[in-house]
């Protein structure tokens, strides 16, 4: 690679992990509160709760109909329960951003999500960083729910589980 190529990149990688400043996290604050409220006050729980297509248990396993790009497959241990947890990216539309699957007799966990949902294509970016922190964002709210649901608690639980992976497991 010459050398001008590589000072380009250095300088490149350098600029992307430098710190934010106070106004520059300010403004983009701003401009996503200002994007996304809109979109909020559109929301009609309404609509959603009348769905008689919403289940409330996740599917046995994922479908093998998608097309995937790619999937990796995580061992995890829980509890001193060893389970697998298989992650794919598949190039599909369909109407759900991200699909979970849980087989509890064979401790298996399924996370999916489709780069042809509108949400991806909206936010995807040519480095694929955004991809990547939506594929965690799903691994974590996939696993989130299977643990609130073990702990038979509040709803409340699986809030309080997702928020401890995005700060300390998922970064």
């Not at 250095?10 to 996503?32: C, M």
């Not at 008689?52 to 995580?74: A, F, Y």
């Not at 241990?77 to 992650?87: H, I």
């Not at 960083?129 to 038979?152: P, Q, Y």
């Amino acid at each position: 690679m010459p050398f001008k190529i590589q000072g380009q990149n250095y300088r490149r990688q350098k600029a992307e992990n430098t710190p934010i400043s106070a106004d520059l996290k300010k403004r983009f604050a701003k401009e996503a509160l200002e994007e996304t409220a809109p979109i909020i006050k559109k929301f009609d729980a309404d609509e959603i709760l009348k769905n008689k297509d919403l289940k409330d248990t996740p599917k046995k396993d994922l479908s093998s109909s998608s097309k995937v790009i790619e999937e990796e497959v995580v061992p995890l241990e829980w509890s001193g329960k060893k389970y697998k947890m298989k992650v794919r990216v598949v190039d599909k539309a369909r109407d759900d951003w991200y699909d979970y699957s849980y087989n509890s007799k064979n401790n298996t966990v399924g996370v999916s999500i489709s780069l042809e949902h509108p949400f991806t294509k909206k936010f995807l970016d040519s480095k694929g960083r955004v991809l990547n922190s939506h594929v965690r964002f799903a691994a974590g709210l996939a696993l989130a729910e299977i643990l609130a649901s073990k702990t038979k608690k509040s709803p409340e639980r699986m809030r309080l589980i997702l928020n401890k992976f995005l700060k300390e497991d998922l970064i």
